[in-house]
């Protein structure tokens, strides 16, 4: 069983719609869960940390935590564009961040 | 804001050469980590290293070595490289709630 579980996608939603991406975990131990975004080519950005249970939002970006049910989600309101990319899960590992096989967003406009 | 720079964007080399890769962090991190990025496979850590001339071997580090004489410099060598060591291959350093910054990236092509 892969740590960071991820729906590889793509994931299409039209443009100006809320955009839902779901990663489930299986180290219950993790205290820290990111999510980071990569454009084809490109290394993946930081876009979003969350390190308790519940909603931490910035700008149009909502991280979700639920520990007791071991899954992270990131909602993207207003999608754009400019938002197709594939997303990245992780979370902190023993040695260094255990990343998701990502999930790709397509924002048609 | 972070900064994490690598030698270079794109290399070409041939079948048994060694190659250095290096990258450089600007925030005085003292973790840092090699990963290699292959479609379907997702991102393998390679090697790590938490302090000076300290490192520790990743998920895939055969093949590999690194060096780390500075804190802000950390290198990935390939002794000779090999065809199956075309990838893209992206360092990150830690910061200190455990998130990690990437640098751009090389991708590295042997031929």
């Known amino acids: 069983q892969k740590e960071v579980e991820q729906n590889s996608g793509p994931l299409s939603v039209p443009e100006g719609a809320i955009a839902s991406l779901n990663c489930t975990y299986s180290d219950r131990g993790s205290q820290s869960f990111f999510w980071y975004r990569q454009y084809s080519g490109k290394s993946p950005e930081l876009i979003m940390s969350?390190?308790?249970?519940g909603d931490k939002e910035d700008g149009r970006f909502t991280a979700q935590l639920n520990k007791a049910s071991q899954y992270v989600s990131l909602l993207i309101r207003d999608s754009q564009p400019s938002d197709s990319a594939t997303y990245l899960c992780a979370q902190t590992g023993r040695r260094a961040l255990t990343f998701g096989s990502g999930t790709r967003l397509q924002v048609q406009p | 804001d972070v900064k994490v720079t690598q030698s270079s964007r794109y290399l070409v080399k041939r079948t048994g050469e060694k190659v250095f890769l290096e990258c450089v962090q600007d925030m005085d991190h003292e973790n840092m980590f090699w990963y290699r990025q292959d479609p379907g496979l997702g991102l393998r850590l390679i090697y790590f290293?938490?302090?000076?001339?300290?490192?520790e071997k990743g998920d895939i580090p055969e093949g590999y070595s690194v060096s780390r004489e500075k804190k802000e410099r950390f290198s990935l060598i390939l002794e000779s490289a090999s065809t199956n060591q075309t990838s893209m291959y992206l360092c990150?350093?830690?910061?200190?709630?455990?998130?990690?910054?990437f640098g751009p990236g090389t991708r590295l092509t042997v031929t």
């Open positions: 990150a350093s830690r910061g200190v709630h455990y998130e990690q910054y």
């Open positions: 290293s938490y302090d000076v001339k300290m490192k």
């Open positions: 969350i390190y308790s249970n």
